[in-house]
């Protein structure tokens, strides 16, 4: 009976148990790959703006809008009142336009989904980086090619780099290799206290 | 089976069988199966029992809540990160992330400092002192810089109330207004009068607006108080020298201050700028001699542990003591010409000075010392008298100054103004007999609160139920709102418009930094709402600017513009004007000197009610960081008490923590005792501005309230008794000290143990005169040299900037404003009393005080103590997930999200520097109620809120650091030690504390580093702190 | 027909226990986590500066 025992589970047991973890790893590590590192997060906006038309086509430069990134710690998302510079006679007859108006007549503010979020206890500073060179793409991934996917009207930036603190690293300590063309750039810092007050 | 029992039932019960069909009856195969089957197979018909499931129905509600369970767990958007939602119409000026500086002034006490606000996207996050301002320059007060928090108190007034019947209930301002204003005029109109209360006036602006309610409503008058005032000075310096202002005296240029009772380093309200000049004469790097200071007084304050010799004499006998110095000087060794002056000499017989030692038991030798001081210094020496001290004392010590030639040091370009006088006693009780007999119709108190701050002997509470109307004008609920029949919420001073004017010379302006959140008006804007003008946002702003326009621009001459001008002003804070001292000479009269009446000692026991640096007379009791902030010398928080001497202290039969009763004049109260080293025998020290029964939830029952014992007709002063009995009373009440009670330990093995270990470095300038090096020799009789070790970390060496601090102990007086501005800046919660009682109080500097000598006459040895950012710190190498790493530039940071709270890092400090997070201290916690929405706003951004179970600790203000790096990235330079300064440098106000880049050899903490005085704490267990202290200098004439 | 009912034997009742321990206190947490959220005022403190005060131009330190 013993050896008819041991038998079954070896031959049974074992491998059913190693498989359902196994696979429980694998899925779960997969399923939260997204979650872990949020590349591909691309919630709904409010209002479909489009990178592709602005930064794209017309090649507004970042900083037009996003005005605070060489200067301070925050890149603040533009305020309304930047974007009815020029909507306010540009494109009035689109509806999204006429959002965009209503927003900014009754003084509501406007609730763009974010998208980029490193954690409070991180003190991410974006004017130290724009200041040493290093160009929004590198980061926030061709936001110049972000449309809205047609058919899904209201998506249009995503999240295309990994926004752990691995991958931050990562870039400090291999400055050098990840930028060619900033050949006086020093590795960033590697204390926590850098980022970690 | 049942079926036989069954028949055998129905047999049994009567003998009878009882059936109901055949089928019973005959008890055939086919009755039995139906029995034992509840449903005939022919109702089964639909049911086929293969078609039954084998989920049972218990199993099947077990999977279907558990489905639903894990359907809920996990149902949540873990993806998102929220909104980020920008402005609508975002203003010019604001760069999210870059602070925004306001010039201001602050009113919390009538000295008016001037202030720079620092605003993180439109809301106050930070005070500071104003650089620009002739009197603080660029330094604030622990009460300025905790001023921010009563801005966000959750409970200030948000609306105007109407008391209806017992209750308050909201109203709105229209309803208020105009069921005031005809109170006002009916008032006016029978002839009663309209008494108005308020604190001392120091705004030429706001005297303007009373007059003009005065022409409105002519019944009204105007009645100032002020529980801490100079009027006993001023009005002996009135009778001396004829003029009303009193002068600024040059304690920079003084070689020796006398100080009599007066604790000018401490609570003084002008002790910002009497710090900074004093020790300004006490600094090591300049090689000149320090200037020496002499400290006689019956209480133990600040200003007398910082003194170089301490003479204890009880404060009823001080006149006396004034007087046998006169006498030895004028009579005895006739230095000045009043020596021939027959009046002098007669009112000055009877006062020996060696009598009056022997009887007083005074250090003989101590009072040559002085005598030869105030001899050899003449015209630079100074004597000042406190503020409790009766005006016969002030008319002596002025004759003093006189004899000595003092009169030098007053300055002769400015001098202290005042805009309106406080209101005599006299007027005080025409005010009470005018309520006694009923002629007073409305009472408005302006923001004040007489009914805490008043002696008992007026009876105030009672007298205001026969006013018809009280109006209490308030940001806080407090004892006078309580009375009151309206309340009208008022601005805070950061939301406010204002002008001050404290000195000849300049003014100060006050401005807004916010909007006003709540729907409340500056006490200006009501009070010309009610001369009959209409509410508009900017009412009083255009009042103001107009009032400038008139009286203060043409003071200017110049051709600029006003607008320009006014603009300016708001810039800077100040407005300078061509204004000359009253008369440049000062002339003497000797006959208010001849005339005074001489105070008396008394053989019982002295009170004395004092002035404090936390809630002050009161006003602040809501405001739990004031609360929290510990005493300089005893350390005590969230309390007052009855200080009392040792030798009281075994007189009387108490111990600290015990209760005693002190009766005044008939009136009692009963306080707990702390037994205070350092107090002249029989003076017992209480401090005011406690005990209020209506400050809220933080500042209601804290503490005694100390002004019950006030007489309204002092025999000597308001603060200062001799004729009370103390008694011991039965029962115990805990007091939560931040240090022990008593530290002075009969334990040979433990007494000086700071001295012997090297924590408190100490010498005598004459000592330093001969030996420079006289602290390298102790260090190696000590036993401190470093030995040849390798230490336990593998460091390389700073290469770049290195963060450094350097604690200069001489300019150091223990004032705690250093611990106040950290706690602001760095977000540090408030813990309340009984945490407090248990060591778990969470500031990060904290300032330990040692005694040294014997309990009755100690010496005091201040030492902030802060985190030492050790090179080999003994706290990194132990944290079990690596949460505090050291940095390249020499920082131990301190990573709150990976720490656990092991609370291991917290054992291995040597200087027991960490603070734990042992609760969530804002959520709802007793004693505070920071976890509400308008202390959110108060956070400084650049500091994390840390959550229960971190470990926190000083961080040498890294956010000022990364801040300084960031601004070096931008303009591409290299980053200049020089450029941060830390929280606790920028508001000391004798810049003892200084930080920087060490391995820049130009800098001021390299040079501090490298000086012979220099030496860290603990230096022989070589953990290589980062903070060198200078050690302190006393000017003796002995060399030890 | 005999319905028997089941019975509980001891051992599966403490698994029970704990995993019904599980679900409620997960069930109750997110509830009462979404109940909050729905009934959380508004800020009703408005943040405003002064147009008329003026401020200093430079920067210093953060």
């Given amino acids: 009976m013993k050896k008819f025992l041991l038998d079954y589970g070896i031959k049974v047991r074992l491998p059913v148990i190693l498989f359902v973890i196994i696979t429980s790893f694998a899925i779960t590590y997969y399923v939260s790959y997204a979650e872990r590192n949020n590349i591909g997060y691309q919630p709904e906006q409010p209002i479909a703006f489009s990178h592709k038309l602005h930064a794209g086509d017309m090649k507004i430069d970042c900083q037009y809008c996003h005005v605070s990134v060489e200067k301070s710690r925050f890149a603040s998302v533009p305020s309304v009142n930047v974007c009815m510079g020029c909507h306010a006679v540009a494109r009035k007859d689109q509806p999204e336009i006429q959002k965009l108006t209503q927003y900014y007549n009754e003084n509501k503010p406007l609730p763009w989904m974010r998208i980029h979020r490193v954690p409070d206890f991180a003190y991410f500073n974006h004017s130290v980086h724009v200041n040493k060179g290093i160009e929004c793409q590198s980061c926030h991934g061709e936001v110049q090619n972000m449309d809205t996917l047609a058919g899904n009207k209201y998506k249009s930036v995503a999240q295309v780099s990994s926004f752990t603190m691995g991958a931050c690293l990562d870039c400090h300590r291999t400055a050098h290799d990840k930028f060619p063309g900033l050949p006086n750039l020093r590795k960033g810092p590697e204390n926590c206290s850098a980022c970690h007050r | 089976m049942d079926k036989g029992a069954d028949k055998e039932k129905n047999l049994k019960s009567d003998g009878q069988t009882y059936w109901r069909s055949f089928s019973e009856l005959y008890n055939n195969k086919a009755f039995r199966d139906a029995l034992n089957s509840e449903f005939s197979s022919e109702e089964l018909n639909g049911l086929r029992k293969n078609s039954k499931s084998s989920l049972s129905r218990r199993r099947f509600l077990a999977l279907l809540g558990a489905s639903a369970a894990f359907a809920a767990a996990g149902c949540s958007n873990y993806r998102g990160k929220g909104q980020i939602v920008p402005y609508n119409k975002k203003p010019e000026e604001v760069t999210l992330g870059i602070p925004n500086y306001y010039a201001s002034t602050c009113t919390g006490c009538s000295s008016s400092c001037g202030i720079l606000v620092k605003t993180r996207e439109g809301r106050p996050v930070k005070v500071d002192g104003n650089p620009d301002h002739p009197v603080n320059k660029g330094k604030i007060c622990a009460k300025g810089q905790a001023s921010i928090v009563n801005l966000y108190n959750p409970e200030r007034l948000k609306e105007p109330m109407v008391n209806e019947g017992g209750r308050f209930i909201q109203s709105d301002w229209n309803n208020v207004n105009s069921k005031i204003k005809e109170a006002l005029s009916s008032a006016n109109s029978s002839g009663k009068q309209v008494a108005l209360i308020s604190h001392s006036v120091t705004s030429p602006t706001f005297k303007k607006i009373i007059e003009d309610f005065q022409k409105a409503y002519p019944v009204a008058k105007l009645y100032t108080y002020e529980v801490f005032n100079e009027s006993a000075r001023r009005s002996a310096w009135e009778k001396t020298y004829g003029r009303k202002s009193l002068p600024v005296l040059k304690l920079d240029e003084a070689r020796v201050i006398l100080s009599l009772e007066s604790d000018f380093l401490g609570t003084d309200p002008n002790h910002i700028e009497n710090t900074r000049l004093f020790t300004s004469g006490r600094d090591v790097m300049s090689g000149k001699e320090f200037n020496r200071l002499y400290v006689v007084e019956g209480a133990a304050t600040l200003t007398g542990f910082n003194a170089d010799y301490r003479i204890r004499l009880r404060t009823d006998a001080i006149e006396e003591f004034v007087l046998c110095l006169i006498s030895e000087l004028v009579v005895k060794r006739k230095i000045s010409p009043f020596a021939g002056d027959s009046q002098v000499l007669s009112m000055l017989s009877g006062y020996k000075l060696d009598e009056f030692a022997a009887k007083h038991k005074l250090d003989q030798k101590v009072l040559n010392y002085l005598l030869e001081d105030l001899l050899k210094n003449q015209g630079s020496g100074a004597v000042i008298a406190g503020d409790m001290l009766p005006e016969s004392t002030h008319i002596a010590v002025n004759f003093l100054n006189e004899v000595l030639g003092n009169s030098k040091l007053y300055s002769r370009e400015s001098e202290s103004t005042d805009v309106h006088p406080l209101s005599t006693s006299d007027e005080i009780e025409t005010l009470i007999s005018s309520l006694n007999s009923g002629n007073v119709d409305v009472v408005i108190h302006l923001d004040s609160n007489p009914v805490y701050h008043f002696s008992p002997d007026y009876s105030y509470r009672e007298l205001l139920k026969k006013v018809k109307v009280v109006i209490t004008l308030t940001e806080m609920i407090n004892e006078s709102a309580e009375l009151s029949n309206f309340i009208i919420p008022l601005n805070d001073p950061l939301e406010s418009w204002g002008d001050y004017k404290t000195r000849s010379g300049f003014y100060s302006l006050q401005q807004p930094v916010i909007a006003p959140l709540y729907n409340t008006r500056q006490k200006e804007t009501v009070l010309l709402e009610w001369t009959g003008r209409n509410y508009s946002e900017n009412l009083y702003h255009d009042y103001l600017k107009e009032n400038w326009e008139k009286s203060v621009y043409p003071m200017l001459g110049t051709t600029a513009s006003f607008d320009k001008f006014w603009f300016a002003s708001l810039h800077d804070g100040v407005a300078f004007i061509q204004e000359k001292p009253e008369a440049s000479g000062l002339s003497f009269s000797k006959d208010a000197f001849l005339k005074s009446v001489p105070m008396k000692a008394s053989d019982g026991y002295v009170l004395l009610l004092q002035n404090n640096n936390t809630v002050g007379d009161g006003r602040f009791a809501s405001n739990g960081w004031l609360q929290e902030l510990p005493h300089p010398i005893s350390k005590v928080t969230w309390d007052n008490y009855a200080a009392v001497s040792p030798q009281a202290a075994s007189e009387l039969s108490v111990n600290s923590d015990d209760l005693v009763e002190i009766s005044v004049n008939g009136r009692k109260q009963v306080f707990p005792v702390f037994v205070q080293p350092g107090l002249a025998d029989k003076v017992i020290e209480v401090s005011l501005g406690y005990g209020r029964t209506a400050a809220g939830v933080v500042g209601t029952g804290v503490g005694v309230d100390a002004g019950v014992l006030v007489s309204a007709k002092p025999a000597i002063s308001d603060r200062l008794y001799n004729n009370i009995s103390v008694s011991k009373v039965s029962g115990k009440y805990e007091l939560a000290s931040t240090q022990e009670h008593y530290p002075i330990d009969s334990d040979p093995l433990l007494k000086d143990i700071h001295k012997r270990r090297g924590i408190i470095r100490e010498g005598t300038w004459l000592q330093y005169k001969e030996d420079p090096k006289f602290l390298e020799k102790e260090r190696h009789k000590m036993d401190l040299s470093p030995i040849n070790k390798p230490p336990v970390y593998a460091r390389e060496d700073y290469k770049g900037y290195k963060w450094g601090m350097a604690i200069d102990m001489n300019k150091c007086t223990g004032c705690g404003e250093c611990i106040m501005a950290c706690s602001i800046e760095n977000n540090i919660p408030v813990v309340g009393k009984d945490q407090v009682i248990a060591n778990r109080e969470m500031m990060w500097l904290r300032i330990d005080r040692y005694y040294s000598g014997t309990p009755e006459a100690p010496k005091a040895s201040f030492q902030p103590m802060l985190c030492q950012q050790c090179d080999y710190a003994p706290c990194e190498n132990v944290c079990p997930v690596a949460a505090t790493t050291h940095s390249e530039d020499g920082l131990n940071g301190m990573t709150y999200n990976r720490c656990v709270g092991t609370r291991y890092c917290s054992n291995n400090c040597p200087y027991k520097v960490r603070r734990f997070n042992y609760f969530d201290f804002r959520d709802h916690f007793k004693d505070s109620y920071q976890y509400s929405e308008s202390f959110d706003l108060m956070a400084n951004p650049e500091v994390t809120i840390r959550a229960r179970g971190v470990m926190e600790k000083c961080t040498f203000c890294v956010q000022r650091i990364m801040k300084e790096r960031e601004d070096a990235i931008r303009e591409n330079r290299e980053v200049i030690g020089s450029n941060v300064t830390t929280a606790c440098q920028d508001a000391c106000p004798s810049d003892a504390i200084v930080f920087g880049n060490v391995n820049d050899q130009d800098s001021q903490v390299a040079k501090y580093r490298e000086h012979e005085l220099g030496y860290t704490v603990l230096e022989e267990i070589k953990v290589a702190p980062n903070v060198t202290y200078i050690a302190r200098l006393r000017n003796i004439f002995e060399k030890e | ?62």
């Fill in chain 3, 1 to 62: 027909m005999k319905l028997k009912t089941d019975k509980i034997k001891r051992r599966s009742f403490f698994k029970y226990l704990a995993a019904g321990t599980a679900v409620m206190y997960m069930i109750g947490r997110n509830s009462v986590e979404i109940i909050k959220s729905k009934f959380a005022k508004s800020k009703s403190v408005e943040v405003k500066e002064n147009p008329l005060a003026v401020k200093r131009n430079y920067q210093k330190d953060g």
